[in-house]
């Protein structure tokens, strides 16, 4: 049996990630389980899947504790070495992480690939739903799915041409990711799991961004649009202009939306 | 027959469209699952001649697919944790008017909205039949097979199919889709009868109650009989059936204690089992599938053919113990010589049971079984 974690956020499609992977693997004639675990998280919350792979029908409904291989879809996620805790010796990390294996600064006795999935949706899908691409690196790496059935399931939940752009992320994924390299970084996972379910106050949801809303304060005319805006309540006014709490910040853009003179940019988050 | 993979939700409600439910009525909000989407995505699609009712709460939901079903349709109804609860009374004459309505129900506990099996068992009066099934292949089948079982003249009760949130309703893996004529072949058109009452029943009779109350027990009871042939017929023509319908023993050949579980527990039971049989331990697994009615016969029996039972219940009736420990208590009482009864409760809340929790319990049955003495006798794992 082989049991897989993923972690990303509501939004990047985790869940649909492990659901895709099953139908290939049933497409292939073996046995799947995809287990998502989430309770009320929102859009951009981390979340936690599961997947089981077998040659016969899977029994147990435990969730997965040591898996063979963790799979992280999000990019800030992927410099957490939390992701790694159970990780099985030998196994092995799959990053959405701009650097090659080598610059990965979580290590410990398993191997680690990257892929930078987040450029790849950004130029093919335009925003960045990561699932696919790293879909398209975990064929690569594992040999687990053939490409041929990953691209079925998707077409099959995905008809037209959302289905083909993501069929062109799975495709650059599969050529552009960085084969595994032993995970030499300075940085140890501990016992304890990030996020697995999403109650409780967060002290920040810096991690949650993707881009980063940025104001140009000669542009801004104080009109406090963002401010009234901001379902964080992460603007306050200071002299009459915006200031931003980026701990609060999670990166939706409304600001950057409601601004009637564009005086607030929308900037990547860099890794 | 095509193998699809599916979320459990999905299965109920595609079993619900290859049982060609006329009217499906349902409260489509928290704490509703994702069953109301796909029946309506069905519908939407032309795939499935339903009428969907969208009503503002449960107790609503179930007044109105029970008047749907005494107009003389087949009809179906879903839920979940605090929805269930809230159509309690009505549950009540679902079951006394003899209505075969077949209910889905997904588990969330009455504390949090994880699984547990705390919001069906809440209903073990209500005189509704209960099943509790452990994966989704088996939710798909048993749907089926209970509006067969609900709509037997010898029958008439209402079903509740009951599977693990979360575990089972979200969780995807490969299902086996029957054909339409299959299942048409195996589920014969609904055919609406009048009041099942008697022909001299008069309610202003003195003790009229008696009647209903004694007929509908003993229907019930007897119900037992139905349920296997069900099952039994379903194995034939499927090629799928599950242990007699009422419970199903895992490697309990020569087994010196067993373990009884439900729903998915069950499931993650069975790779206990075969590990633990690996190191040669005598231990085996009753499958709990069907609460109501209790199989009293063949705990009987599998009370007479070992030395322990452990009864691992994802409920507890407060101030009185686990539900399943408490009947099969009841049901060896009149063993001449009864083997011991160990009950543990767990996955409560939806607290994870691993593989290694139920090898903790088997083992401590088997020491039971074996004379040792264990405490404490219920355990809370």
Redesign the interface.
Known sequence: MIEIRFHGRGGQGAVTA??LI??AV?KEGR???????Y??ERRGAPVTAYVRIDDKP??????V?EPDIVIVIDPILSRKPSVAAGLKSGGLLLLNYPKPPEEVEIGGGFMVSTVDATTIALETLRRPITNTAVLGAFSKVTGITKLKSLEGAILKRFPGEIGERNIEALRRAYKEVHPPKPAKGSLRPGEELPHVTGYGVLKSVADWRVFRPVVDLEKCVGCRLCWIYCPETAISLVDEKPVIDYDKCKGCGICVHECPVKAIEFVRETV | MTVEVMVGNKAAATAAKLSRVQVAVAFPVTPQTTIVEYLNEFITKGEMDCEFINVEGELTAQVVVQAASRIGVRTFCCTSGPGCLYMHHPMHDTSSLRLPVVMAVVHRGNKGMQPDHTDLMSHIMTGWIQWYVENNQEVLDSIIMAYRVAEDMRVRIPIAVGYDGYILSYTAEPVDIPDQEEVDDFLPPYKPTPSLMPEDFDPKAPRWWRVPWEEHHKVIVDAKEVIKEVNEEFGKRFGRSYGNGLVEEYRCEDAEAVIVAMGTIASTAREAIDNLRAEGKPVGLVKLKCLIPFPYEDFQRIGSEVRAIGMVDRNVCLGVGGVGHTFIRNAIYDLEERPRVLGFHAGLAGKEVKVSDIEHMAEKVLKAARGESVSPLVEWV
């Open positions: 492990s659901r099953a139908e049933a046995y799947a389980q995809a287990i998502p675990m309770g009320t899977i029994r147990r409904r435990d969730l504790h």
